[in-house]
């Protein structure tokens, strides 16, 4: 397990020293998120890009802590390109890892009743999360140690979450 958790450590402090797809699109067209953390301080922006059902390109403006910004580079590389509805599983897998680990670290052992809702969400022990499916954000399941950095590392999915959800009310 030492191993592991070391490789999961390299591969976020890879991420936070070489973000991945960071930068601004031109917004309009692109559609602009921003997202504050008051806990620690992060600042994220989110641009993305949505056509014929894609999220064809996205990119990670914004500072601090290394939870925050690895976690938003992770997550730029594994929704990039990806079908809305395939992005969408996956802020709710990943968003899932991360209240499963906090139910299970409360001890009451039954995350079904934590009220994340949505039906793509794993119900049950935090084995039953497929980390072959997560890849590198399987990485990011060492924060939940820490009960305070889960909101760095989920901030930039909510606010990627936010601004799919916007640019769907948009369309309609
Ligand atoms: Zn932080």
Redesign the pocket.
């Known amino acids: 397990m030492a191993d592991l958790e070391e490789l999961y450590r390299e591969i976020i402090l890879d991420h936070y020293r070489s973000p991945r797809n960071r930068g601004e699109l031109d917004s309009p067209p692109a559609h602009r998120v921003e997202g504050f953390?008051p806990?620690?301080?992060?600042e994220v922006v989110v641009s993305m890009m949505v056509e014929d059902g894609k999220l064809a390109d996205l990119k990670i403006a914004g500072s601090?802590?290394s939870?925050?910004q690895s976690s938003a580079s992770l997550m730029s590389a594994a929704v990039k390109g990806k079908p809305v509805g395939e992005v969408r599983r996956l802020i709710n897998t990943f968003k899932g890892m991360m209240s499963i680990h906090e139910a299970s670290l409360e001890g009451d052992g039954h995350p079904e009743s934590n009220g994340t809702g949505g039906a793509e969400v794993v119900a049950g022990e935090p084995e039953e999360i497929d980390l072959d499916k997560l890849g590198e954000l399987a990485a990011l399941q060492g924060v939940v140690k820490f009960p305070v950095?889960i909101?760095?590392a989920t901030?930039s999915w909510n606010a990627l979450a936010q601004g799919l959800d916007e640019v769907a009310a948009q369309a309609s």
């Open positions: 953390n806990l620690c301080g992060d601090g802590c939870i925050s950095r909101k760095c901030l």
